[in-house]
């Protein structure tokens, strides 16, 4: 089953199917380019396993582990991670 | 090869103890500024060592080589450019992965590298063993275990660096990626190889294929046909893969990484949840880790401000019999005046007003940063700054507004790229600091009513809000959301805190202090030319006109240059010489209706400055006038427009 990384439970993993460049933004290809490397840089790839730890409340950002270490990241970012779930 | 002079560069993730390193290795030898018209800071040092002199320049924390930030873009340039003789390469072992990731990356720069394996007591409690033998001869490069906090492996890590130095190792084998790819690389290397470039080949090939826009700019220069060519190969990458070719690199260097991390590497996980794991738990829970902030911050800022209160007092206090000692020694001439009111205290400003919040304000923020638990207030206050268009950590700076307005331009620098430091910058010089809150709280608290000062704080949120907002959209560049490693919880290195805070306060004094002692010889240079009142009569059309206050008002607004809560000293002085007023209850011509002006305009009209020499620092002096100038157009207007709003009300 796909679903967005920030709709991931916490408890609840997954592998990293894509990630989604931004189209609506008038900075886009840069945008698009610098947000996806980003990511990617910090270990975000596809086929990463993802593990969600909790999530800070009213929206804000989602706690995971990842390659061994813990990261923080922005509802905004984690809305444009596609994952795999294990149902 | 003998060398007399060794120029070593320190390079690692965040936080993986690279400054502890750092300031073993330099101990008091060590300038701070900034890389040159940049806004990040630069660390260098020198070490005697076995009878060489080693220079070290500690590069920025960072994650990777690519362009995101500027911090990046500095480091690379200068591996590839400026050749140090070696890159120690400053390692994470208890989060080995990731931190090989980077490994990997400097490895492709060809940087003759030695790798330092530090926190290896912190791996050994998270139970990972690392064979650094093994990873040595996987690196090619040496691997040195050290525990930089308990001075561990420095030594040996420095006998390394000087033997890799001396024997001249040859360069590093870069990545191996898959054929399909390594084929590529091949190619464009072959193509690239033939221009005059700073840069290894076949980094450049690899950075070609990542659709890195910096090198591809180079490139377009040199040999558009380059391009052409890349974005063939890059598509053919794609085609088989199914993800973008820089997707398709950046996953396989990570693959090696990980490849890597657990041939090396042996993790027996402790059965029970460590203290760290706990403390972790709770300082981020979405109940209970708020009302811990809350109590964290609010006695911290507690501390910095009852011991910079009582210092500045006490040092004023202090200035003051050494004024009475001036006078009776050189009198009261015009050029003694000049000489005590323009420079002696604008020193005295400086050291009363700066020193005393900047030396608590600097332990307490580097403590945090060092302990972990920055990352965990941005963790749960990223929400919150969105709203302005930051992410979570600019909440430290924007809460330290509300105390000094300097250490809060200071601490921006916990931002990541340019365009956040800015607007974080821009954001924290609109907080009331505590100046400003004696001026609300003394004049509108006292005279017209708590609620009212009440509303000026709401309004001054409101503001922060709209133009926080606006600035975001106005700026070029990308807005970037909120990603960082939490990394755990650690007890801070005591001895780095403090050498940061001293090295870091040295180049403050540096900076701002000629700056504010200027501004003071200047104000002081107007009022004893006689110069006040024309300048009052000339801004009547502003003060009096336009904002409905008194007329001496705009000569108390110009010594609010020097300091915000100098405007109602200042007033007091004026009123009691004009009216004889004891205080602010009758005065005529400044009822309720102006107080509120008053207060909104102080509050918003500039920063005062020490914070204009603060921003200067910080982020050069384009920026520091535009922020200035767009302050004081922006106090006016609305003061203005406040006045006419209360006329309207009947006030």
């Avoid at chain 1, 990842?66 to 970012?77: E, K």
């Avoid at chain 2, 906090?149 to 660096?161: D, F, N, P, W």
């Avoid at chain 2, 950075?207 to 890059?234: C, S, V, W, Y």
């Avoid at chain 2, 950590?393 to 990541?416: D, Q």
Wanted: proline content about 4%; aromatic content about 10%.
């Amino acid at each position: 089953m796909e679903k967005r990384l920030s709709e991931l439970k916490p408890g609840e993993s997954g592998v990293i199917v894509s990630i989604q460049a931004l189209t609506n933004h008038r900075h886009r290809r840069r945008h698009s380019w610098g947000f996806q490397k980003r990511l990617e840089d910090m270990g975000l790839t596809p086929g990463t396993k993802i593990k969600v730890v909790r999530s800070a409340p009213f929206h804000g950002p989602i706690e995971i582990h990842v390659r061994g270490s813990r990261l923080a990241i922005g509802r905004g970012m984690a809305k444009r991670i596609l994952m795999r779930v294990n149902k | 090869m003998k060398k007399d002079k060794i120029m070593v560069a320190l390079a690692g993730n965040a936080n993986v103890g690279k400054s502890v390193i750092f300031n073993h290795l330099t101990g008091l030898h060590q300038h701070i500024g900034n890389w040159p018209g940049k806004t990040v800071e630069k660390a260098e040092g020198t070490l005697h060592f076995k009878g060489h002199t080693i220079d070290i320049i500690d590069l920025p924390g960072i994650y990777s080589l690519s362009t995101f930030s500027i911090e990046e873009l500095i480091s690379r340039e200068y591996i590839a450019v400026e050749n140090p003789d070696l890159v120690i390469n400053v390692v994470d072992a208890s989060v080995l992965e990731r931190n090989l990731f980077f490994t990997l990356q400097l490895r492709e720069l060809e940087a003759p590298m030695v790798v330092a394996l530090n926190q290896m007591d912190m791996a050994k409690k998270k139970g990972i063993k690392i064979d650094h033998k093994k990873l040595e001869k996987i690196l090619g490069a040496p691997v040195v275990p050290t525990v930089a906090t308990s001075r561990k492996g420095i030594y040996e890590l420095m006998q390394a660096s000087v033997d890799t130095v001396e024997k001249g190792i040859e360069k590093t084998a870069g990545t191996k990626y898959g054929e399909e790819i390594e084929a590529r690389i091949r190619e464009l290397s072959k193509m690239v190889s033939r221009l005059q470039l700073p840069y290894p080949a076949r980094w450049v090939a690899i950075k070609l294929l990542e659709g890195d826009e910096q090198i591809e700019g180079r490139i377009r220069q040199l040999d558009p046909h380059i391009l052409f060519a890349t974005k063939k190969l890059a598509k053919e990458i794609e085609k088989i893969h199914g993800h973008s070719c820089s997707t398709v690199i950046t996953s396989e260097r990570y693959e090696i990484a990980g490849r890597i991390a657990r041939e090396v590497q042996q993790i027996v996980p402790s059965t029970k949840l460590p203290m760290r794991e706990r403390l972790h738990a709770l300082t981020t829970h979405k109940i209970l880790g708020y009302p811990i902030m809350a109590t964290v911050i609010l006695s911290l800022f507690f501390a910095i401000f009852s011991f910079g209160d009582y210092t500045s007092q006490l040092l004023s206090v202090l200035f003051e019999h050494f004024h009475s000692i001036y006078e009776s020694l050189f009198g009261t001439e015009i050029l003694a005046t000049i000489i005590w009111g323009g420079i002696i205290e604008g020193l005295i400003a400086g050291i009363t007003i700066a020193l005393p919040y900047l030396i608590p304000f600097y332990l307490v923020l580097y403590f945090l940063e060092d302990s972990g638990y920055l990352s965990r207030i941005a963790f749960l206050m990223d929400n919150l700054m969105h709203k302005i268009g930051l992410h979570g950590k600019a909440f430290i700076p924007a809460m330290l507004g509300y105390g000094c307005n300097v250490p809060a331009c200071l601490g921006c620098r916990i931002m990541e790229t340019e365009r956040e430091r800015f607007l974080a910058t821009f954001v924290v010089t609109l907080v009331p600091c505590a100046a400003t809150s004696v001026i609300i709280f003394g004049l509108v608290g006292a005279y017209v009513g708590f609620q009212w000062a009440l509303l000026l704080y709401v309004i001054d949120l409101i503001i922060i809000f709209v133009l926080g907002r606006l600035a975001f959209n106005m700026l070029p560049g990308e807005p970037t959301g909120l990603i960082m490693e939490m990394h755990d919880y650690k007890t801070p290195h005591l001895e780095t805190i403090v050498k940061e805070t001293w090295f870091r306060l040295q180049e403050f004094i540096k900076m701002a202090f000629p700056l504010i002692i200027a501004g003071s010889f200047m104000i002081k240079l107007i009022e004893v030319l006689g110069l006040l009142k024309p300048i009052a009569y000339v801004l009547n059309p502003i003060t009096v006109v336009w904002l409905g206050l008194p007329a001496i008002t705009g000569i108390t607004l110009i010594f609010g240059v020097l300091r915000k809560e100098l405007t109602l000293l200042m007033l007091l002085t004026l009123f009691k010489a004009e009216f004889g007023a004891t205080d602010f209850a009758n005065v005529p011509g400044f009822g309720p209706k102006e107080m509120i002006v008053f207060a909104l305009v102080t509050m918003l009209y500039i920063p005062c400055i020490s914070t204009i020499a603060a921003l200067v620092k910080e982020q050069g002096w384009k920026r520091a006038l535009f922020i200035t100038f767009f302050e004081i157009a922006f106090a006016i207007f609305v003061g203005g427009i406040a006045y006419r709003l209360l006329t309207l009300t009947g006030m």
